[in-house]
Structures are given as C-alpha cells and as structure tokens.
C-alpha cells in the first residue's frame, strides 16, 4: 500500500506561478506512474499530468507549455510546477500513485486558487 502526502499548491494572482509537490511512502518500488489531477466546482476530475518511472509525461492540452511534471525515483516524488496560471487553473488538485497492479492511490487534495 501507498499513501502520497501532498504539499504546496495556495493562492497566487493571475499569471503567477505555484508548486505542488507529491511525496509517496509505503511500498514505493511498486509505483509506476505517479500523478496530478484536478476538480473544479462542479466538474468531474480530470488529468493534468503524469509521469512514469521511465520519466515519460503525459501533459493535458490546457497546461501544456505551462505545467511541468517532474519526478525523482529516489525520493519517491512528484512535483507539478505550474506557470502562468489562469483563473480556469483554480481547482482541487489531488495526487495519484498508481501500482505495477493497476491500483491507484490518492492524495487528500490540496486547494489552488488563482484570482483575476
């Protein structure tokens, strides 16, 4: 079992940037792709980005060019740096950790506000 541990992530103004970072502990050596997700009020959760123990990314559309995924598979984390944010940025970004078995772990979710 794992259980990723999130930090960052607040307030910033428009065009601003923030950091997110994911940290995983329990069976780490079992992780494949690690993950940043995100729900706004009253839309359903949606992949921003993920990598892979290879470091393979997997960016969405809306945050390409802006967010950054990084990962380091000796301190079993995943920070998401996010750069010219927009107002649209703002949601519940959680953290996904999933298994070589397919099972996915998250993160309780941290709050990212971005104001106009």
């Known amino acids: 079992q794992v259980q990723p541990v999130q930090s960052g992530g607040g307030l910033a103004q428009a065009g601003g940037s923030l950091r997110l970072s994911c940290a995983a502990s329990g069976s780490i050596y079992s992780i494949n792709t690690m993950g940043w997700y995100r729900q706004a009020p009253g839309k359903q959760r949606e992949l921003v980005a993920t990598?892979?123990?290879?470091?393979?990314?997997n960016i969405a559309d809306s945050v390409k060019g802006r967010f950054t995924i990084s990962r380091d598979n000796t301190k079993n984390t995943a920070d998401l740096e996010m750069n010219s944010l927009k107002p649209e940025d703002t949601a519940v970004y959680y953290c996904?950790?999933?298994?070589?078995?397919?099972?996915?772990?998250w993160g309780k979710g941290t709050l990212v506000t971005v104001s106009s």
């Open positions: 990598v892979s123990r290879d470091g393979s990314t």
């Open positions: 996904r950790a999933t298994m070589n078995n397919g099972l996915n772990y």
